[in-house]
Nanobody, 120 residues
Framework: QVQLVESGGGLVQAGDSLRLACAVSVRTFSSYAMAWFRQAPGKEREPVASISGSGSSTTYTNSVKGRFTISRDNAKNTVYLQMNSLKFGDTAVYFC?????????????WGQGTQVTVSS
């Protein structure tokens, strides 16, 4: 079973930065693609960024390109989301997710989420 635990959320002002982390309990972490999703109040969950198992390939939703960076440390079984120039519209619960193999497709394993609140 793959277990994911997010951390790093909080309340910040617009323009500030936050770094989220997701610790993953699995034997072969590098075999899993990882992603960050978010869900704002009253909205559907949306993908934010994804990264391949090796870390060589990343994708971002348009609204965060140039502001957010996804990365991973396979020695620590951890994936990160560095969020810079935060906007009020980034307020959401952020979830990390994992899937075996390619970063494209349905994600099977999910964390419990961490709240990010950006005040304007």
């Amino acid at each position: 079973q793959v277990q994911l635990v997010e951390s790093g959320g909080g309340l910040v002002q617009a323009g500030d930065s936050l770094r989220l982390a997701c610790a993953v309990s699995v034997r072969t972490f590098s075999s899993y693609a990882m992603a960050w999703f978010r869900q704002a109040p009253g909205k559907e969950r949306e993908p934010v960024a994804s990264i391949s198992g090796s870390g060589s390939s990343t994708t971002y939703t348009n609204s965060v390109k140039g502001r957010f960076t996804i990365s991973r440390d396979n020695a620590k079984n951890t994936v990160y989301l560095q969020m810079n120039s935060l906007k009020f519209g980034d307020t959401a619960v952020y979830f990390c997710a994992a899937r075996y193999g390619s970063e494209f497709g349905k994600y099977d394993f999910w964390g419990q989420g961490t709240q990010v609140t950006v005040s304007s």
